[in-house]
């Protein structure tokens, strides 16, 4: 088959290809015009970040099947072009995990002793012995924040240099953390007794300035804090202010808010800042891992194997889909609604589907529902890529099919294990493709898994619903819908109301001020 690859790429990669019989074009920095020419009677294309894949470069692209991107971020791909077109577009998310760690590493180590000031000044003939005292790393405690492939692989190697680890991570497990001999804490203790943080979380809308002015202040003082992730998780003008007081000793910075940082950055003036220019997958063996897996994908791929790291929609049969759809949304909105009750890691999570859906192939539920479970740990997170990322972080699911219909013509139910406690939740589908949320843990429930749910837990005495309205109306909040499930008279009860508005953090500890009420939450779906 014909394989155009746009983008220089590694040798070894393309040799995998060769061997495995295809024809590989190679037009590494050829205009877009003559790539769309290649395209016309490809079967392949493999990009890395500088070929911009429009629905333009693609249009006349009648027989091409794949698009591999030789990395992990795929904003140069159009991806909803190449869904239409029905292309599989695949990546290689875990090809640099390696590269990002031993850089944050090197990172760690040249904080501590100072290395790249020291080895400028005797560069310019100082021999500058005094001001050259350094830290020990081994007796101190690393804190990571995020505790993914990056972030295990650093915890590992401060292990082996004596460091005690500490992580934040609300969407790992406890038993994934003691698996790594990491203590798992929250945020603000990881802040408060560590003396080196690094960052190892997504660039999404709620990591955005993770650490600002108020995370500074509740750092030890003369922290060393180091960013190989995005340079969006830092508040850039507070980290000035931080190194200027020296409540942080010293910052190695990978990544910046723009890149490149301005003249004026102000972070570029300290000493004690070390910077590189967004290096952290730049190694000759991740270049070689990101192409030699990207030709080992494409190739089984076009081989007929079913695809692996595919970043858009698998093709479901129009008619399938007909059927499914409603469900399928159900599924997300109900690992959404787990995750969200949860509050902490899923180690376990045991998925059954009953009643009339059974007869078809319900793997496209499945990875919904870890879609919904996993969206707010890993914002790249799709439909395709939910189970294999669901697996390598540990998460066990059990599916089971059963007969047994209880009320509903149709049931899912998704039981998770968080730490020593169970969760459960369960959605039907009634007719005309409504979805209601129909019991969590042991409540019978009827809600609309949409918009903003505030779901409490309660004695079962009179006054709760009077309580709750109460407070709610006293914040201008409208009750747009409520159910009410118990577990028996005078036991505990469960109320699930929608919300026209989000409640804040003051408003649910407002609700939480009675001694009517357990626990109150909020969930956004
Ligand atoms: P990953 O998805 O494997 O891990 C990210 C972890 O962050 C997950 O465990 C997730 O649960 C956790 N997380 C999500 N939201 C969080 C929050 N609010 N607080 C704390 N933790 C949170 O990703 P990875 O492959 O380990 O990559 C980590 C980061 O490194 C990403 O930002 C990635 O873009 C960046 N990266 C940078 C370079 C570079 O060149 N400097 C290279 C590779 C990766």
Known sequence: MKIVVSDPLSPEGL??????????????????????????????????????????LLAGAERLRVIGRAGAGVDNVDLAAATRRGIVVMNTPGANTIAACELTMAMMLALARRLPQLSGRVKAGEWPKKGAMGTELQGKQLGIIGLGRIGSEVARRALAFGMEVAAYDPFVSAERAQALEVRLTTLDDLLATSDVLTIHA????????????????????????????????????????ALRSGQVAGAALDVFEKEPPLPDCPLLAFDQV???????????????????????????????????????APCIEPELLEVLGPYIDLSERLGSLLVQLAEGGISRLTITYRGEINQHDLRPLTAALLKGLLQRAIPTVNHVNAPVIAAERGLKVDVTKSAAVEDFANLIAADARVGQRTLAVAGSMLARHTPRIVRVDNYRVDAAPEGHLLVTRNHDRPGVIAHVSAVLARRGINIADMTCG????????????????????????????????????????
């Open 486 to 525: 118990r577990d028996h008279p005078g036991g505990t009860s469960m109320l699930v109301i929608s919300i026209d508005s989000p409640v804040t953090p003051e408003i649910v500890r407002e609700i939480e001020a009675s001694p009517l009420i357990l626990r109150a939450q909020l969930v956004s779906l």
């Open 202 to 241: 997504p660039q999404a809308p709620e990591t955005k300035r993770l650490l600002g002015t108020a995370a500074f202040a509740k750092m030890k003082k003369g922290v060393l804090l180091i960013n190989c992730a995005r340079g969006s998780l830092i508040d850039e003008a507070a980290l000035a202010d």
């Open 15 to 56: 040799s995998i290809l060769r061997e495995a019989g295809h024809e590989v074009v190679e037009l590494a920095g050829a205009p877009p015009e003559q790539v769309r020419a290649a395209l016309a009677d490809a079967d392949a294309l493999l990009v890395r970040s500088a070929t911009k894949v429009t629905a333009e």
């Open 274 to 312: 070390i910077a590189t220019p967004h290096v952290g997958a730049t190694t000759a063996e991740a270049q070689a891992t990101v192409a030699i897996e990207i030709a080992r994908q494409v190739a089984a791929y076009l081989k007929g194997e079913p695809p692996r790291n595919a970043v858009n």
